[in-house]
Structures are given as C-alpha cells and as structure tokens.
C-alpha cells in the first residue's frame, strides 16, 4: 500500500507535466462554463458597447497630449490650465477643419465617386490595349471575365445596401447615438485623464495584494510604455505621411491631392499594408491622367518611403515595439479576420499587451519551476557567419 501511495505521489500529485495538464484542463472548463452562460453578460455588453468608444477616444488623445501637458507643467503652468489651452486647440482644429477643410474634403469626395467608374474603365480600356498582342490573348479574356465579374459584385452589393437601408435604419440610428453620446462624453472623460490619470496606478495598487503589487506595477507601467509610444507614434507617423503625400501631391499637380493624402495618412496607421492600400487610387488616378503623371506620382511616393523609413520613423517610433514584421503582417491579417477593421487597428497594441503578459508570466514560470537554470544554448547565434559558427563551435568543444 505504501508503494502503491509513493507511486501515485511521484508520478500523479508531484509531477509538473500532470500539474500543468491539470490547470489547462480547470481553465478550459472554465471558458467552457463561461460560453454557456453568456446571456448573463449581456448587461455588461450593452454597457461597453455605449462606453467603450468614448473611452478608446480618450484613451487615444490622453497618449497623445499628456506629453505635452507634463512638458507645460514642468514649465511651471499649472497643469488645469495645460489641459485648458490643449482643450482650446483642440476646439480650434475642429473648427478649422470643419469650415476650410471639411467642405474641400466632401467636394473631392464627391467628385472621386462620381468619376470613379470613369477612371477604372480607362484602365481596364489601356490594360486592353496592351494586351491585344497574341501573348496575352488569353489573358485578355480572363482579364475581361474578371472585370465584368467585378462589376456585377459591385452592382449586387449597392443593390443590397440600397433594400437593406430601411430594413437597418433602427441600427444606423444606433450607431449615430454611440457616436453622439461618445462626441459628449469624451471630452469629460478626457479632461478627467488628464487631471487625475497619473494618480490611479497607486489608487489601483490598493486592491493587489501587498507581495505581489510591487510585480503587477511594473506589468502595468510596461504595458501603459508599449501602448503610449505605439498609439503616439503611428498618430504623428500618419500625420507627418499626410502632410508629405499633400504637398508632394499639390507639388506635381494631381487631381484629389488632399482626399488622397489624408486617405494616404489614415491608412498608414496599419502598418506595411497601409501604404499599398493607399497606392491603389492614387495610381489609378494617375495612370488615367497621363504616364507622365504616374511617375511624378511614383517619385513622391518613392520620396515619402524614403523619409518615412529614414527620418520619420526611427526619430518617432524607434525599435520600442520590438515585433517582428512578419508577426505584424500575421497579427493584422488573423485580427482583421476575427473582428474586421476594429481588429486591423487594434490588433497591434493589443498584441503587444499581449506579449508584455506572457513575457511577465514566462519568466515567474522560469523562477518558479527551475527549468531554466544557466544560458547554456547549443543553437548557433544569430546574425554571425558561417566561419564564426564554426569557430565557436570548436571552442566549445
């Protein structure tokens, strides 16, 4: 009996692999347990989804001006009436953009989807002309197939808007209160960040308990660091990519220069992607206007890479983030997947959220399990040459 005891206890009650098992296999009845009573939570749904954007457009502007309210408080300004003149400015921009801006943004607009199936019948009428050549027969029917094709999804899908419009009019309406009631809440909500913001770390620590506050501190000040400089950096990166398209634009005389370089702007703030996406119109909008001004086009956007990549980027954003490009492109495509546009724009932040958690989690397993005692590695090292690895592997032999 006491055998049969010692046994159970070294391999079932003592073994860290069965210890493991067992917690995923409690955390999965959980989550399991949780999806059959999500009814329960949809007060709390309906409550995020009336607060969440206000908040997230707070949060948003809190990162980017709270720099500057701390620089105008060193400064000696008391910082009430920082956020007072940041509050102001702010005021000022809207109603700039409102009676210059947004007028010239609507006329372009306008304009650009009126002229749009224009502008795409002349390329696909120039693509036709180029491949009349016997070479490219057939490529001339599949390309005729998919424009056609084309065409009828695009008709089909306004012709789904249009009926659906009344059927959705009771969501539009919806939509329009959020947005109404996150205009008003926001800048009280924001106001209040500013204020009080760099005080609810240490209110928040009084519900952590005491050995472990001094842990879940740094995990929140790591978290709030990845979050301010990737929410910073991609607003003033896509500020300063918008301002180069327009007056690269404005320079060589394209037609919609502002709505393409605030589109330009916009969609710079999905990374590697974003740039693509934006070079569509703009080249289509080119290419229908002359060759000539298609390469203009392709000298501005090889001058705005070039800045971004050199100047603007490393001055801004530097290496903080720390992600790989090929994680970025995988996290964008999988979130934009999941959760549509939402997903694309927050898919980034919230995966380096993410990484700061199960970094922190990794190394308390490391101290925690003892597993991972020395640096011993026998992979070579990154980044060295053939020649060195093979020193180095003598040396270690």
Known sequence: MKNIATWFWKWFLNNKVVTVLLISLLLLLNLLVFSKITHLFEPIKGFLSIIGLPIIMAGILFYLVNPLIDWMERKKIPR???????????????????????????????????????????????????????????????????????????????????????????????????????????????????????????????????????????????????????IRGQLLVAFFVGMMFWIGFAIIGLEYAVLLAILAGVLNLVPYLGSFLAMIPIVIIALVASPAMLVKVLIVFGIEQLLEGRLIQPLILGSNLKIHPVTIIIVLLTAGKLFGVPGVILGIPAYAVLKVIFEHLFNWYKMYSGLYVGSYNPAPEPSVHISKRKKNKRRKK
């Open 80 to 230: 009430v009436w920082g956020i007072a003149i940041v509050f102001v400015s702010i005021i000022g921009l809207v109603v700039w953009g409102i009676i210059i801006l947004i007028p010239i943004i609507r006329e372009q607009t306008l304009s650009l989807i009126e002229n749009w199936p224009t502008y795409w019948n002349k390329v696909i009428t120039q693509f036709d002309n180029l491949l009349r050549s016997n070479i490219f027969s057939q490529l001339q029917v599949q390309l005729t197939d998919i424009n056609q094709s084309i065409l009828k999804s695009i008709s089909e899908q306004a012709n789904s808007v249009v009926n659906s419009t009344f059927s959705g009019i009771g969501s539009v309406l919806g939509t329009v209160t959020n947005i109404v009631i996150a205009l008003v809440t926001m800048p009280i909500l924001l106001f209040f960040l500013l204020k009080d913001g760099r005080d609810l770390p240490y209110h928040t620590m009084k519900f952590i308990p005491t050995n472990m506050r001094m842990n879940t501190y740094n995990l929140m000040k790591e978290i709030n660091t990845q979050i301010s400089q990737y």
